[in-house]
């Protein structure tokens, strides 16, 4: 969708992108000039290669204020973005003849992070009608002695589904039982909207589960910092040494200048990211409701990240300009064809009946977005 959309825009055409992943928001000033004043100060080196300390104890010092988790900078890995986090630490764990439970609709990511490490990725059905947290049914079934770990991701992209104490204690208890490593990617852990986000390791320790988890977080969404690439891995120092040794090969460390500007994102001023936070919440809120407005469109209220995922299952099977809306590919490319409106097809994500759009733009792109597929929906037969 991104490229058929690129190539519309070089042509002039005026496209609307609901599909970003990443903060319209530029980073926050003091942020950029910690990174100004690390390059005029000299630190364009490499770094160690888990990480800077002074970065790696301002990780722990915000886990510990943020979190109510107690780490020590053993503890911590600092990662070109999270994603390498979650892709070194699957790297450090499976291997062939591992499976991996993926809960769906997934992040498309995941499934692939575990193909990577040889490993096989074991898909379980969420529900949508309950923030989507685990059909814990379904995960009963697919449980095999196989099985080496899982991957949770609350909020979730692409759902926006947080789940709530009583899930996460379950499938810890789970991890816990079967001796499964909990990856918990925590990269919205900030975007929020109804309630207090709770780190599932606080919670692992405040009920004294004792189920091993590494907890992966990122700069990205939280500071606007996508470019940036900083992300880090807490847990266990075996695994936390593994991961270590893989990245060191794999990358040598972390930028610099990002992981300077890092300590200042994570001790400095927050107001801009509460700013950005409340604006999300009217975003959604908006979004939301101009979704449930559309015909034969329902959409459940996202609690956290910056995506909605509404249900397009209505228009699966219709027809338009003589042509078959077969599955959700087919409705996001005539969305985009027809209203110049880029969507991001659920089945991308393991979901053949929804939608993802991004609140990651302004209200007016919104309201204009929804206002053109509206029109475009009503000539589906
Ligand atoms: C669910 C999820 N996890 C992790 C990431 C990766 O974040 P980073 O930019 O730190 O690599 C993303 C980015 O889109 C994401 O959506």
Redesign the pocket.
């Known amino acids: 969708m991104a490229t058929i959309a690129a190539e519309m825009k070089s042509k002039g055409i005026d496209v609307i992108n609901l599909s970003v992943?990443?903060p319209d928001f530029n980073t926050p000033v003091n942020i950029i000039n910690a990174g100004k004043t690390a390059m005029d100060e000299g630190y364009t080196k490499y770094t160690a290669g888990p990480g800077m300390i002074e970065f790696r104890d301002a990780i722990c010092e915000k886990l510990k204020r943020e979190n109510g988790i107690d780490y020590d900078r053993s503890n911590i890995l600092v990662?070109?973005?999270?994603?390498?986090s979650?892709s070194t630490v699957c790297q450090a764990l499976f291997e062939e003849g591992d499976e991996v439970v993926v809960f769906r609709p997934y992040?498309v990511?995941f499934p692939e992070f575990v193909r990577l490490a040889n490993a096989e990725p074991i898909i379980v059905n969420t529900l949508e009608e309950q923030n989507y947290e685990p059909d814990f049914d379904d995960l009963k079934i697919k449980t095999s002695e196989k099985i080496k770990g899982v991957i949770i991701?609350s909020p979730?992209?692409p759902t926006g589904g947080v789940w709530s104490e009583e899930a996460i204690k379950n499938i810890l208890n789970i991890a816990k039982k079967n001796n499964w490593v909990l990856i918990s990617?925590e990269?919205?852990e900030k975007i929020v909207y109804d309630r207090d986000f709770i780190s599932i390791e606080k919670i692992n320790r405040d009920n004294n589960i004792n189920a091993t988890v590494i907890t992966?977080m990122?700069?990205?969404?939280t500071y606007a910092m996508?470019g940036w690439?900083?992300?880090y891995a807490s847990g266990p120092i075996d695994i936390i040494k593994a991961m270590s040794k893989i990245q060191g090969q794999a990358t040598s460390c972390a930028n610099s200048i990002g992981q300077k500007a890092g300590i200042e994102a994570l001790l400095g001023n927050q107001e801009h990211t509460n700013k950005m936070i409340l604006e999300y919440k009217k975003r959604r809120d908006l979004i939301v409701a101009l979704l449930n407005h559309l015909s034969g469109v329902t959409c459940v209220t996202p609690k956290g990240?910056f995506y909605a995922f509404p249900d397009f299952s209505h228009y699966l099977n219709k027809y338009v300009d003589g042509k078959l809306l077969k599955d959700t590919f087919a409705i996001s490319e005539y969305i985009l064809e027809y209203a110049k409106v880029v969507t991001v097809p659920g089945d991308g994500f393991g979901s053949p009946k929804h939608l993802r759009f991004s609140y990651a733009t302004n209200k007016k792109t919104i309201k204009e977005g929804i206002k053109r597929i509206e029109k475009a929906l009503k000539r589906i037969i």
């Not at 990662?79 to 390498?84: A, M, R, T």
């Not at 990122?218 to 969404?221: M, R």
């Open positions: 992943g990443e990662s070109n973005g999270e994603k390498q979650l992040w990511s991701n979730s992209n990617d990269c919205y992966c990122s700069l990205s969404k996508t690439r900083i992300g990240a």
